[in-house]
Nanobody, 124 residues
């Protein structure tokens, strides 16, 4: 079993940056592909970024491509999301998620473990 704890959310002005981190428990973090998702009020949870279990391949949704970067450190059991050039429409609760296997998916149902979420608010 994997437990995930996100941190790093907060309030930032448009154009600013935040770095989200997700700390995972357990000794088998490297067996899991990871994803970052977000959910805004009244909207469905959507994929933001994904990374394979080795970190060799990453994905970013079109809405954040060129602004957000996902990375992981398997020695420290962490996955991060660097968010630059933030926009008000990026405001949401951000979740990290883990699925056992090599590859990430954009579908929320593919992920077995979820963190509690961290709020990101971007003011205009």
């Amino acid at each position: 079993q994997v437990q995930l704890v996100e941190s790093g959310g907060g309030l930032v002005q448009a154009g600013g940056s935040l770095r989200l981190s997700c700390a995972a428990s357990g000794r088998t973090f490297g067996d899991y592909a990871m994803g970052w998702f977000r959910q805004a009020p009244g909207k469905e949870r959507e994929s933001v970024a994904g990374i394979t279990r080795t970190g060799a391949v990453t994905y970013a949704a079109d809405s954040v491509k060129g602004r957000f970067t996902i990375s992981r450190d398997n020695d420290r059991n962490t996955v991060s999301l660097q968010m630059n050039s933030l926009k008000p429409e990026d405001t949401a609760v951000y979740y990290c998620a883990a699925r056992r296997g090599s590859n990430f998916y954009v579908n929320v149902y593919e992920y077995e473990y979820w963190g509690q979420g961290t709020q990101v608010t971007v003011s205009s």
